[in-house]
């Protein structure tokens, strides 16, 4: 297995993982852990879609990263 294969993997798995938490009512959808895995996740796809010069995928995960990020950002906020 090839870096490129390992960094799609692990933020592949990373999203999924998460979900399939949030899906058994293990952590909130709205958590500040589910947001940071959101991003990570989806920083890692993005950049494994950038190694791969995949355009839909690397605006798609570029846009998934940001989004992520803005709810860290609400989240961070909202603990105040």
Known sequence: MNATMLIGISGATIILIFFLLNQLH?????????????????????????????????ILNGAWALFSLRDIFFDLKNRR
């Open 26 to 58: 293990k952590i909130n959808k709205d958590s500040l852990s589910y947001d940071m895995a959101n991003f990570i996740g989806a920083l890692l796809l993005a950049i494994y879609a950038v190694l791969l010069l995949s355009l839909p995928f690397v």
